[in-house]
């Protein structure tokens, strides 16, 4: 029997099902904040984390001003803020010869003007510890979603999931998919993305920082660039290789690495004796994708699961944030009367659809750019479409827009029933200078 074929008249022998109002599925930022704006109002919700921890090296770190502008209407951002490593209030375009000031956030109207470094696993630890305040709040971690739990009309009724002590099953009104780009759920339910090829792929990887070194961005250079993310004692570089190119590099050596960096940041040539071993990286193969529809009855996917973003501009998170907030705004009272419809998960789609596909278009346009540089007589110069943005300020602040707001903000609905108090930021928190 396939797992698509799970039917909901046949539990399984190995356990009681468990119930919630909705199972999300998925810790990450998407799931985390979906769970604990459900659990705000009053609903039974239970988090499955395939993972028995939220400690990943090289995933999401950079926080654009919306998902601060989220984390901020849920009474979190100064107790993130109190633990983050960096703020950029830009991120330029620079060639060894010249910079072009780029995507200014600092100009949008937003009540945090900067992006921000945060580690993944601080910021999921607060939104969860968050969580744990509700009462019908329930995280399982270790718990991977293996099959649904379906009608025989198809309608979603939970998830079938193995944990360290048995498999389980979870019955529910309603499961969200926010199970990331390799989404498991998706599969399940037999809904295929429209993939757009990326001719990149990124390597990621850590150089020492030091205080006087000049402000992060994106180093275009040696036919490709680097994006250099502030993590306080140490850069983050995510360096561009073509496509499939990595097997390649792989065989030059991790000397051949170490040279093409310097080419793109000569700056920080000296220090690329710091990387000695291909296991200090992290290979992202990029691509980008959409679900055509994010939802079938009973199920709803966000987040990278009906979405995946590419890595430019360091937006997953918060256009994965903002899919949970408007998540939780139309589907919230849905639950609480017992009745979600068909009607209401396409509602969520339909708000969040073309935000994301303005996103992705941009995404492409700049990336399109940046490879621009290794062509013809403007190589070594910044290319003509950031120079342009830089000009006009108006096409300036809209792409500073698209990237840093995710087109437009996103604003929560106020809670029906009255949440926690927040715990307060810690006492000592000193706001860390802008950079950049
Ligand atoms: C190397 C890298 C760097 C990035 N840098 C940035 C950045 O700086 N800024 C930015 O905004 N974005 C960045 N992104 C993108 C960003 O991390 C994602 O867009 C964002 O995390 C999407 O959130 P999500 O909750 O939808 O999915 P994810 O963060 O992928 O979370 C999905 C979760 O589901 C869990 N899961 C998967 N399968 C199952 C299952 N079967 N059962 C139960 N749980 C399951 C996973 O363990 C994971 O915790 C980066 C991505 C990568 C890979």
Same mark, same amino acid.
Request: proline letters at 8%; a positive charge; glycine letters at 10%.
């Given at each position: ?6 039917? *909901?008249?046949?539990?399984?022998? #190995? ?14 930022? $998407?799931?985390?904040? /979906? ?31 919306? &998902? ?21 209030? @830009?991120?330029? +375009? ?13 100009? %949008? ?42 009608? !025989? ?11 360290? !002590? ?13 199970? =990331? ?8 339910? =037999? ?5 757009? *090829?990326?001719?990149? !792929?990124?390597?990621?990887?850590? %150089? ?12 275009? =250079? ?14 983050? %570089? ?17 000397? &051949?690495?170490?040279?093409? +960096? ?25 691509? @980008? ?17 009906? #979405? ?11 256009? *994965? ?67 342009? /943005? ?6 300036? !602040?809209?792409? $500073?827009?698209?990237? =840093? ?32």
């Amino acid at each position: 029997m396939s797992q698509m074929s799970d039917r *909901a008249d046949r539990p399984p022998a #190995h356990a009681a099902a468990e119930r919630a109002d909705c199972c999300v599925v998925g810790g990450g930022p $998407a799931g985390a904040v /979906l769970a604990l704006l459900l659990a705000r109002q009053g609903l039974a919700v239970t988090l499955l984390e395939a993972h028995g921890d939220f400690d990943r090296d090289f995933r999401g770190d950079a926080l654009q001003p919306a &998902a601060l502008d989220l984390l901020g209407q849920l009474g979190l951002a100064d107790r993130l803020l109190a633990v983050a490593l960096a703020r950029m209030p @830009a991120f330029p +375009v620079r060639t060894p010869s010249e910079t072009v000031p780029q995507h200014d956030v600092s100009r %949008l109207k937003t009540p945090y003007p900067f992006m921000t470094i945060v580690p993944q696993v601080r910021f999921l630890d607060l939104v969860v510890g968050e969580a744990r305040r509700c009462p019908a709040f329930r995280l399982v971690m270790g718990a991977r979603v293996e099959a649904l739990v379906q009608d !025989d009309d198809g309608r979603v009724r939970g998830v079938r999931y193995r944990a360290r !002590d048995g498999r389980h099953e979870v019955r529910t009104q309603l499961v969200v998919g926010a199970d =990331g780009r390799f989404s498991r759920l998706r599969g399940l339910a =037999g809904l295929e993305p429209v993939r757009t *090829a990326s001719p990149v !792929d990124i390597l990621w990887f850590r %150089l020492p920082r030091e205080a006087t070194d000049p402000a992060g961005g994106a180093y275009l =250079g040696d036919g490709g660039w680097v994006a250099l993310q502030d993590r306080g004692a140490q850069w983050q %570089l995510g360096y561009s290789l073509a496509k499939g190119g990595y097997a390649r590099l792989r065989a030059e050596g991790v000397e &051949a690495l170490r040279r093409s +960096v310097a080419l793109r940041v000569p700056w920080l040539g000296g220090r690329t004796d710091a990387l000695r071993d291909w296991r200090q990286t992290s290979l992202l193969a990029v691509e @980008a994708c959409r679900l055509r529809r994010w939802y079938r009855p009973g199920l709803l996917l966000i987040g990278d699961a009906a #979405h995946t973003m590419s890595p430019v501009g360091a937006v997953g998170i918060s256009v *994965a944030l903002q899919d949970a907030a408007v998540a939780a705004n139309v589907l919230g009272p849905r639950l609480r009367a017992g009745d979600v419809r068909v009607a209401d998960l396409a509602a969520v789609q339909r708000r969040r659809e073309w935000p994301v596909r303005l996103v992705q278009a941009y995404q492409g346009l700049v990336q399109g750019w940046m490879l621009s540089t290794r062509r013809g007589a403007t190589a070594g110069r910044v290319p003509l479409g950031f120079r342009i /943005l830089a000009r006009l300020p108006f096409l300036g !602040d809209l792409g $500073a827009r698209v990237f =840093g707001l995710g087109v437009w903000p996103v604003r929560l609905s106020p809670s029906p029933t009255p949440a926690p108090p927040p715990t307060p930021a810690p006492a000592a928190h000193s706001p860390l200078p802008a950079r950049g």
